[in-house]
């Protein structure tokens, strides 16, 4: 098992930035990906980074605003957000897939943000 927990959460205006941290713990050596996933009100969750090894990936809405880190000595990853817009807002879950799995089959219980206009 592994355990995931966020934090860095909070309101935040528009054009503003945020830092999202996720500690990991449990299986560590059992996680193959991590990546962050977000559930705006009314809507289903979706992933929006991952990582995998060097490779790194952002859904489209986005790219060049967010930035997904490691700190492999700490268990943790960090979601760096800048430029943030309202639909930015959401519950942001840190995620995490095992060896086992073909998709993030782990996941925190979630922090908030709030973008306000």
């Known amino acids: 098992q592994v355990q995931l927990v966020e934090s860095g959460g909070g309101l935040v205006q528009a054009g503003g930035s945020l830092r999202l941290s996720c500690a990991a713990s449990?299986?560590?050596?059992?996680?193959?990906?991590l990546g962050w996933g977000r559930q705006a009100p009314g809507k289903q969750r979706e992933l929006v980074a991952s990582?995998?090894?060097?490779?790194?990936g952002y859904t489209h809405s986005v790219k060049g605003r967010f930035t997904i880190a490691r700190d492999n000595a700490k268990n943790t990853i960090y979601l760096q957000m800048n430029s943030l817009k309202p639909e930015d807002t959401g519950v942001y879950y840190c995620a995490a897939r095992g060896f086992e799995s073909t998709s993030m089959n782990y996941w925190g219980k979630g922090t908030l943000v709030t973008v306000s206009s």
């Open positions: 449990g299986n560590i050596n059992n996680i193959a990906a």
């Open positions: 990582l995998f090894g060097s490779n790194i």
